[in-house]
């Protein structure tokens, strides 16, 4: 069954270092995006991706996020310079057709620690 | 903005009984639903979804309910099993966002005893 892939699945870095969250969508997909969980709380949207641009992004995506595609495969998202309340689960989605029909679809995450 | 959320944060059920989830949403331009599942330390995990020209779906074990009056969304696991327990979220995307742009709710916690 095709699925959204993430790398790396935990990643603890130092506040003010730059991390990137890497993610293989599901082939076919067109659509991606990127979304965050604070532990505990809800799980926020981040960024919308579609014909290599950004097509939506949250307040929460400032000057400090960035989102590539690289190459046919890859997303990624990019946090510049991090500070410890970018502490958070970082998903990957993509949306488009698949075992349960056209709907979005969560990789299993990016656990960010910044200490 | 966020519409999303949720009447219980906690469900305790048996196992083999019924579990009903709810969640209610105040964006009137709201036209698609999602339930998902959430295990400790994995990814929202598609369960079934709705759009607002419907009222009900039914999935395997599971229907969603979807009343536009009321603004209330509800999920039903039928014969609930161990393997159920998890966060259950309802997401929403409106109309006016982007494709994809979903609002999730804060979740509810199912426990389900043998």
């Known amino acids: 069954e095709p699925e959204v892939t993430q790398t790396p699945s935990h990643q603890v870095t130092q506040m003010g270092q730059e991390v990137i969250l890497r993610c293989v969508p599901i082939?076919?997909?067109?659509?991606f995006y990127w979304y965050r969980q604070i532990l505990g709380q809800k799980v926020e949207f981040l960024v919308s991706?579609?014909?290599?641009?950004?097509?939506?992004k949250s307040e929460i995506f400032d000057d400090q996020f960035s989102v590539e595609r690289p190459d046919g495969s890859n997303f990624t998202l990019k946090i510049r310079s991090t500070k410890l309340e970018d502490s958070a689960m970082y998903f990957c989605?993509?949306?488009?057709?698949?075992?349960?029909?056209?709907?979005?679809?969560f990789g299993e995450g990016s656990w960010l620690t910044v200490v | 903005g966020e519409s999303v959320g949720l009447h219980l944060p906690t469900l305790s059920v048996q196992e083999g009984d019924n579990s009903i989830i709810n969640c209610a949403y105040s964006?009137?331009?709201?036209?698609?639903f999602i339930w998902y599942k959430q295990e400790s330390g994995k990814g929202p995990q598609f369960i079934i979804d709705?759009?607002?020209?419907?009222d009900k779906r039914q999935g395997q074990r599971v229907t969603v309910l979807l009343n536009k009056t009321v603004k209330h969304l509800s999920l039903q696991i039928a014969a609930t099993q161990p393997g159920d327990s998890a966060v259950y979220f309802c997401?929403?995307?409106?109309?006016?966002?982007?494709?994809?742009?979903?609002?999730f709710g804060r979740g509810t916690q199912l426990t389900v005893w043998p």
């Open positions: 989605a993509s949306w488009g057709q698949s075992s349960s029909g056209n709907t979005i679809y």
């Open positions: 082939s076919n997909h067109l659509y």
């Open positions: 991706f579609y014909n290599n641009e950004i097509s939506e």
């Open positions: 964006n009137s331009a709201s036209d698609y």
């Open positions: 709705i759009r607002s020209n419907m």
């Open positions: 997401a929403e995307n409106d109309g006016g966002s982007t494709l994809g742009r979903l609002y």
